[in-house]
Nanobody
Framework: QPRVVEFGGGLVQPGGSLRLSCLVS????????IGWFRQAPGKEREGVSC????????HYVGSVKGRFTVSRDNTKDIVYLQMNSLKSEDTGLYYC?????????????????????WGQGTQVTVSS
């Protein structure tokens, strides 16, 4: 059974950094894609970034481009979301999600309907 678990959230000051981790199990990361999503208070969940395990293709939504980076630990089944230069508007509950990579090219912001395996979320709060 595919499963993903996020961790690494916390409270950080504006301008600071956090690294979120998405631990995957029950599937081979090379055959899947990972999406990172976030939901701010009172707002809809939005796609932040996607990553294709087989070839490392990534895409970032404009608001985080240049500040967030997705990477993979090749020795562990973990996908990271490195978040730098954090802003108050980055505050929210962050989720990772997985889907089979067949016919998925990560050519734009990930969409909720494209992913079928979700974690429980980890809270990121950017505040002074």
């Amino acid at each position: 059974q595919p499963r993903v678990v996020e961790f690494g959230g916390g409270l950080v000051q504006p301008g600071g950094s956090l690294r979120l981790s998405c631990l995957v199990s029950g599937f081979a990361l090379n055959q899947y894609a990972i999406g990172w999503f976030r939901q701010a208070p009172g707002k809809e969940r939005e796609g932040v970034s996607c990553f294709v395990g087989k070839d490392g293709t990534t895409h970032y939504v404009g608001s985080v481009k240049g500040r967030f980076t997705v990477s993979r630990d090749n020795t562990k089944d973990i996908v990271y979301l490195q978040m730098n230069s954090l802003k108050s508007e980055d505050t929210g509950l962050y989720y990772c999600a997985a889907r089979r990579a067949v016919y998925y090219y990560c050519s734009g912001p990930p969409q909720l309907y494209e992913f079928d395996t979700w974690g429980q979320g980890t809270q990121v709060t950017v505040s002074s």
